[in-house]
């Protein structure tokens, strides 16, 4: 063998070796999860108690960032430059992969490509809210008094496209309404908005309302679930309010830069999987209004595409435009 030969399949060697150390050593450092909305979001409040119990099971923090803006283009490009090393994560909604590109089809990142999927965690079930002295008591009154004053009444998103913004739109879509939009940076602060009387209503994540509707400072009109949720017997679903067959609900997922070596995703996904099986976790979880799911990174995948060609319909079929 050339003395030349010998010593690239040495380097090679040395190379996969330190590789592989490092990577069953992995994390030996804390990492990073990049959440592109406001802090007290459905997703950021959700997360910050799931990594709580991931961080003891990987032996290493996670530590939060809040990259709000744009409707989470930026904070997702974070992510989408990051290196695939496993210490950067991303905390998304469903928004994020799945509407935002069809409305900004000339971001700086590709939702399917740019990201690898690691776990879907929750779905969060959503609902229409107005301030607790507000004339509105039952989604037929909010659609009546819509019908009555065309464009006189607003509502707060977190940004153009944001979930927020594309379930009201739909709303008013299927009521036959016109509402103002008013978009704010972030869900956090459209939710306070309603509260303070500055908009008239907002579809919310439920878990983003939570604290409001217990301060007394929100009034949850409807859910846009299924059926009745536990956590609010007493409270109607949008379908069972006249409006037929609408139903709006998010998810909270995580991913990981492209490119991420398998064996950490898979790390990762086990680490979140039994977060979300400690019955205390689950507790606070079920409390902000979330569905816990828990899905392999694959389901994960599936469901992203699913989704993504599903909102292009519906955002194409409500002519819905950054503003």
């Not at 496993?86 to 740019?114: C, E, R």
């Not at 009444?153 to 299927?174: E, Y």
């Not at 036959?176 to 939009?181: F, K, M, Q, R």
């Amino acid at each position: 063998m050339k003395l030349s030969t010998f010593l690239f399949s040495s380097i090679l060697l040395a190379s996969s070796a330190t590789t592989a150390l490092a990577q069953s050593a992995y994390p030996n450092k804390p990492i990073k999860m990049i959440i592109p909305l406001a802090a007290g979001s459905a997703v950021d409040n959700a997360a910050r108690i799931l990594t709580q119990k991931m961080s003891l099971g990987l032996g290493q923090s996670i530590v939060i960032e809040n990259q709000a803006g744009s409707s989470g283009l930026i904070g997702a490009d974070r992510v989408a430059k990051a290196a695939p090393d496993g210490y950067t994560l991303g905390g998304f909604n469903d928004s994020v992969l799945t509407m935002l590109p069809h409305i900004y089809p000339k971001s700086t990142w590709n939702a399917l490509t740019d990201f690898d999927p690691l776990s879907l965690a929750a779905t969060i079930e959503w609902g229409l809210v107005v301030k607790t002295d507000s004339p509105y008591k039952t989604v037929a009154d909010f659609i009546a008094a819509a019908k009555a004053a065309p464009g006189k009444i607003n509502f707060s998103s977190g940004g153009s496209g944001s979930p927020q913004h594309i379930a009201m739109a739909l709303f008013a879509s299927r009521a036959g309404i016109s509402a103002v939009h008013v978009p704010y940076k972030g869900a956090t602060p459209a939710a306070v908005a309603v509260a303070a009387g500055e908009v008239d209503a907002a579809f919310q994540g439920l878990g983003t309302v939570t604290s409001l509707l217990q301060a007394g400072k929100l009034r949850l009109l409807a859910v846009s679930t299924q059926k009745r949720l536990a956590q609010y017997p007493n409270v109607p679903t949008v379908d069972e309010s006249g409006l037929k067959d609408f139903f709006f609900n998010s998810w909270f997922a995580m991913v990981v830069p492209a490119g991420t070596p398998k064996d950490i995703v898979e790390r990762l996904n086990s680490e979140m999987r039994k977060a979300l099986a400690d019955p205390e976790t689950r507790d606070k979880l079920v409390a902000l209004g979330l569905t816990l799911r828990g899905s392999s990174a694959q389901e994960l995948g599936s469901a992203t595409k699913e989704q993504f060609n599903l909102y292009r319909k519906l955002i194409q079929d409500n002519g819905i435009k950054a503003d």
